[in-house]
């Protein structure tokens, strides 16, 4: 495996489900993002983590709980969702935290909460 | 007023055209500028990266800043059917710890 891999692909979850989204990264990074991209907006960062850190919390709705247990791994716990957190949750890693840094992304996972 | 302005489009132009995608900000501290291109279905990936104002280029792509104006454009010369995809602006200020600001992103076809 390379570059920055999500699983799952796609996932579908009830308002009172519990699940989780797995990040990896395998380019040696030490800096892991959540985004949330939803149709017509703007790329909305969640979560940033340096050095397995948390550094960057946006406001996020505590529905969502980040993990970070290495540098190479990131989840995203989510329980209670509302529909309007269905989007697409992308992760990236970065060399380092700074804004400047090329970031790389996962594919995404596709989230629709019913 | 938003930090970064992008008009989603979509925009669909002919193979060989050459194709304007542009951004404005609000922000006069912004001093980074970077093109992501997403296509279907995949994480956006970095296309150009410029600091500051000017012009860069490569190969087919340039990216052009004008701070005076607060307007970045990024110009696709003899446009492919592969370039197809959405392209994102994000800027940053001091490219410290602080946030890269995304655009919404324009989608852009190519037709054959």
């Known amino acids: 495996e390379t570059g920055v891999t999500q699983t799952p692909r796609h996932l579908v979850m009830g308002m009172t489900n519990k699940k989780s989204l797995k990040c990896e990264q395998h380019l040696g990074h030490n800096a892991m993002y959540w985004y949330k991209q939803s149709a017509k907006k703007p790329l909305e960062l969640m979560f940033v983590?340096?050095?397995?850190?948390?550094?960057e919390n946006n406001s996020v709705p505590s529905r969502f709980s980040p993990e970070c247990p290495n540098s190479s791994h990131l989840f995203l716990h989510l329980h209670t969702l509302q529909p309007e957190d269905s989007a697409l949750y992308l992760c990236a890693s970065s060399q380092e935290g700074r804004s400047v840094d090329e970031q790389y992304f996962g594919p995404g996972t596709r989230l629709t909460v019913t | 007023q938003k930090e970064v302005e992008q008009d989603p489009g979509p925009l669909s132009v002919p193979e060989g055209a050459i194709v304007s995608l542009n951004c404005t900000y609000s922000?006069?501290?912004?001093?980074?500028f970077m093109w992501y291109r997403q296509y279907s279905r995949k994480g956006p990936e970095l296309l150009m990266y410029t600091y500051s104002s000017g012009n860069k280029e490569d190969g087919r792509f340039t990216a052009q800043v004008d701070k005076s104006s607060k307007y970045i454009s990024l110009f696709i010369r003899d446009s492919q059917p592969s370039d197809s995809a959405t392209y994102l602006c994000a800027i940053s200020t001091q490219g410290g710890s602080e946030k890269l600001v995304f655009g919404k992103g324009t989608k852009l076809t190519v037709n054959p």
């Open positions: 922000n006069s501290a912004f001093q980074y």
């Open positions: 983590y340096n050095f397995k850190e948390q550094t």
